[in-house]
């Protein structure tokens, strides 16, 4: 292979695995690199002016392409920007290739001014982590990157690179990733094992989490809920795992308190529980919630989720599409059939004319948009609002936020809509959640991304008032006024006046009057646009 330097390699590396972007905010110990890359054909640095907007534009591309996106972060404190959303894109599996520069492997003994150990800063918020010292791994060293966010589970990785190793020569070949298949089928023992389990219960459920969605196993889910009879929850899902207007689709347990799951879970005799572990509260049960002589099934290509918390009966290492397609194959042979009511039809409801604002909203949005919108949904406690007209039915056309860190709404549709330009893209976010990452308008503006955004304002925490009442009951507190750090109202944030600040035209919707037009205004508008709805 022909000597060039580093820096010119990685690139050669990176449309080798097919990467024609990199998210990123740039800084003087990666310029060499980021020069390089003004000269690349195809290839387009999307700038952030924040190291968490880069990540969560990274994460919304990655999502909206099942495959794994690029960042650039600037040394440690870029990464320390962006620690919070890394943590995000870890809890929900997103393939992210993160890498930072440094100053050099020579300057290692100097604890010069930015110097760091970035290693392990990266480490708890990243699958994998790792530096590269010496030119004749890198190429190398970035393919192990891709190849470990890609292979089950998912999830971010983290490189960082030297200036020194970038600036030498390398003559390493650039070749893809390899990205190994691991289309496991369960032996027929086991799933012999699996159906024993299940067939015989009287009130069977299924829990299911995104490794249904990775494994495009939807379908197959479906027939095994119809021929068990068996309701379905969602348990740590974010995206379509069953269409949620199917009959036996109950919705998502939440995220914050494990009285709610072991209440859902508590008279099921059998459980079978696919591509998720349980639970994954904030508050999860310290106690099995399970029925003592319940049968558990679970299936999933993360062994280390399979019975972390809770024990299984039959424990499958597979992936969820072909163990669930064994499944539905031995039920049928069994003389299971589906039930009557899996095949109901349904029917978008009607708000009643004093709905709340955010239902209007939505009703209108369904009305206007159509079925094929691709919603980014950060919109939290209004959320139930906007499923309810707007239900997730179709793979791909459904994300929300995922891991507990707020400000993916906007940048994450930004990076869906570069993923699916041809779509109509909307996020929905919260006024707290838009404040963390605001000044991705710039960026929607800047490379003139037509997503449209909607902030869901009702001038609070919201979701801290549900919890802290919780809190108080729990307690046994008297409820008294909410703390005044949950309150947004003093001084009002000019939505409208900020996304124009930003190059966004925009709008605010206070009254229902005003509701139709703002939604046609903004899905014919041709370049991003903002509504502040007011919903309190």
């Known amino acids: 292979m022909t000597a060039r330097p580093g820096k010119v390699a990685i690139f050669e590396q990176f449309a080798a695995d097919g990467f024609t972007r990199m998210f990123g905010n740039p800084g003087t110990v990666e310029?060499?690199?980021?020069?390089?890359?003004?000269?690349?054909?195809?290839?387009?640095?999307?700038?952030?002016?924040?190291e968490t907007v880069a990540i969560a534009m990274a994460d919304g591309y990655a999502r909206a392409t099942a495959g794994p996106a690029l960042v650039q972060l600037h040394t440690g404190v870029g990464l320390g920007n962006g620690i919070g959303m890394l943590y995000q894109a870890m809890r929900g599996h997103s393939p992210l290739v993160v890498i930072a520069g440094e100053a050099g492997v020579a300057y290692d003994a100097m604890d010069s001014q930015m110097a760091t150990d970035l290693v392990a800063m990266a480490k708890p918020v990243t699958k994998w982590a790792t530096r590269v010292t010496h030119p004749s791994s890198l190429l190398r060293t970035l393919r192990r990157a891709v190849k470990t966010a890609m292979t089950a589970p998912r999830g971010p990785v983290f490189v960082a690179l030297p200036m020194d190793v970038l600036d030498a020569e390398n003559t390493e070949p650039a070749i893809p990733s390899t990205i190994p298949s691991q289309a496991v089928v369960p032996v027929p023992a086991d799933l012999d094992r699996a159906v024993e389990a299940l067939s015989g219960a009287y009130h069977p459920l299924i829990l299911v989490g995104d490794g249904v969605s990775v494994s495009n196993a939807q379908d197959e889910l479906t027939r095994v809920a119809e021929l068990l009879d068996?309701?379905?929850?969602?348990?740590?899902?974010s995206e379509l795992n069953m269409d949620n207007t199917h009959p036996l689709w109950q919705g998502r347990l939440g995220h914050m308190f494990g009285t709610r799951s072991a209440g859902i879970?508590?008279?099921?005799?059998?459980?079978?529980?696919?591509?998720?572990?349980?639970?994954?509260?904030?508050f999860p049960s310290l106690h099995n919630p399970f029925r003592p002589d319940a049968r558990i099934v679970h299936i999933d290509l993360d062994?280390?989720?399979?019975?972390?918390?809770?024990p299984a009966d039959v424990a499958l290492a597979a992936d969820p599409k072909h163990a669930l397609a064994g499944l539905a194959e031995r039920l049928t042979a069994a003389g299971r059939r589906p039930t009557a009511r899996s095949s109901a039809v349904w029917r978008r409801p009607r708000p009643e004319q004093n709905a709340p604002m955010m239902e209007l909203f939505a009703a209108e949005l369904a009305e206007q948009g159509g079925s094929d919108l691709v919603i980014f949904d950060e919109a939290l406690t209004a959320s139930p609002a906007l499923t309810k007209y707007l239900p997730p039915r179709v793979k791909g056309n459904y994300f929300s936020t995922r891991g507990g860190s707020l400000g993916i709404g906007i940048p994450g549709a930004i990076g869906a809509k570069m993923a699916r330009p041809d779509e109509e893209v909307i996020g929905f976010t919260g006024d707290g959640g838009s404040m963390y990452t605001i000044q991705a308008l710039w960026t929607a503006a800047r490379e003139q991304i037509n997503a449209k955004f909607v902030i869901c304002n009702n001038h609070r925490?919201?979701?801290?008032?549900?919890?802290?009442?919780?809190?108080?009951?729990?307690?046994g507190i008297d409820r008294h006024e909410y703390p005044s750090g949950f309150d947004l109202?003093?001084?009002?944030?000019?939505?409208?006046?900020?996304?124009?600040?930003?190059?966004?035209?925009?709008?605010?919707?206070?009254?229902?009057s005003q509701v139709a037009g703002a939604v046609r205004r903004m899905?014919?508008?041709?370049?991003?646009?903002?509504?502040?709805?007011?919903?309190?």
Do not use: C
Not at 230 to 237: E, F, I, M, T
Not at 489 to 512: N, Q
Not at 523 to 536: H, I, S, Y
């Open 31 to 50: 310029e060499g690199f980021l020069d390089i890359l003004e000269g690349v054909p195809g290839f387009e640095y999307v700038l952030a002016l924040q």
């Open 461 to 475: 925490y919201e979701l801290l008032d549900l919890n802290i009442e919780q809190y108080w009951t729990e307690r």
């Open 303 to 310: 062994t280390y989720e399979i019975a972390k918390n809770h």
């Open 230 to 237: 068996a309701p379905v929850w969602g348990v740590d899902s």
């Open 489 to 512: 109202s003093r001084p009002e944030i000019g939505f409208v006046e900020l996304a124009r600040a930003l190059g966004v035209d925009a709008m605010r919707v206070e009254k229902p």
């Open 523 to 536: 899905l014919t508008a041709t370049g991003p646009f903002l509504v502040d709805l007011v919903t309190k």
């Open 265 to 282: 879970v508590a008279d099921a005799d059998a459980v079978l529980i696919v591509g998720t572990y349980v639970f994954p509260e904030v």
